[in-house]
């Protein structure tokens, strides 16, 4: 299956709180996960991204963490920020082509 | 170093007539990727190219949707006799060769308006 799941589909959060995105796949042949921010009227930009022989990257506020046998990996941004309400996108890569979850759309409030 | 550009941004198309959209990759890609992404979805893969070839189209509809990636110029995506159901934006994506193809850099998207 090229499926990507993504939860929750939107999120509201306090500023300085973290903000959590799961994201579940089905197809073992996937080879490297990334997460996209994408502002209204622009392109996805590449966040952060991991390979499934490593269960945890952090860059910054930004962490992945990654569950290879549960098939599972999530993005944690911590002290989250005004400036990070954006929609994210996980992802998942094979044979050249990137499989999207649906988004989830982050608010992080004042 | 500028980015993946893609033009136009904004495309209006009456029912029936041809749209034409224009990737021009980062400097230094080779690979082209476009994507679709309809309202409130993520996006969906459409074709993948590089120079003068079309390596993977399954994501392309069957009828009416073309792409190509010529030696020289940007990459095109074709859609003739424009339909309703074709509104969306269109991304367009680029990497290097070989092992960092999975590092795909996005375009602004061009958000095509069917009439």
């Known amino acids: 299956q090229q499926q990507v799941k993504q939860s929750p589909q939107s999120l509201i959060v306090q500023k300085g709180g973290i903000s959590i995105i799961n994201c579940a796949y089905e197809?073992?042949?996937?080879?490297?996960f990334p997460w996209y921010q994408q502002f209204p009227g622009k392109g996805p930009a590449l966040l952060i991204a991991?390979?499934?022989?490593?269960s945890e990257k952090k860059e910054g506020r930004f962490t992945i963490s990654f569950n290879k046998s549960a098939k599972q990996f999530s993005l944690h941004i911590m002290d989250s920020q005004p400036g990070d309400s954006a929609t994210y996108f996980c992802?998942?890569?094979?044979?050249?082509?990137?499989?999207f979850g649906e988004g989830t759309q982050l608010t992080v409030n004042p | 170093n500028a980015g993946v550009m893609q033009n136009p941004r904004h495309l209006v198309r009456r029912r029936g007539q041809e749209a034409r959209l224009r990737c021009s990759p980062m400097?230094?890609?080779?690979?082209v990727y476009w994507y679709r992404q309809l309202p409130e979805e993520g996006l969906k893969f459409m074709v993948y190219?590089?120079?003068?070839?079309?390596?993977?189209e399954s994501g392309m509809p069957k009828e009416r949707f073309s792409a190509e990636f010529p030696k020289e110029g940007p990459s095109i995506l074709r859609i003739q006799q424009v339909v309703r159901g074709d509104s969306a934006a269109y991304f367009c994506?680029?990497?290097?060769?070989?092992?960092?193809?999975?590092?795909?850099?996005f375009g602004p998207g061009t958000r095509l308006t069917v009439t």
């Open positions: 994506a680029s990497s290097l060769l070989g092992s960092l193809s999975y590092e795909q850099y």
């Open positions: 197809n073992t042949a996937f080879d490297y």
């Open positions: 991991i390979r499934p022989d490593v």
């Open positions: 992802a998942a890569y094979s044979g050249s082509r990137l499989t």
């Open positions: 400097k230094g890609h080779s690979h």
């Open positions: 190219l590089q120079k003068e070839n079309i390596i993977d």
